[in-house]
């Protein structure tokens, strides 16, 4: 049961969570973009990644199975 802790605590920091920017949507030309609705910048969503999710999964499933 230690291993298992010791497997997700030591589990490599760059495989946790990734980094997706989103790029502003551009407009088209001619129109009056006064760009309100858009933010000033683009936007950085911060989230899982598919290897975490599956890491956690296992190590519940084997924990439950213990």
Known sequence: MSSLILFLYY???HLKYQRTIA???PTAY???GDG???PSGPQVKITTTPEWR???TLAIVVALHL
Do not use: K, N, R, Y
């Open 30 to 32: 001619g129109t009056s």
């Open 11 to 13: 589990f490599p920091p």
């Open 23 to 25: 790029l502003p949507t």
């Open 54 to 56: 599956l890491a956690i």
């Open 36 to 38: 309100d609705d858009h």
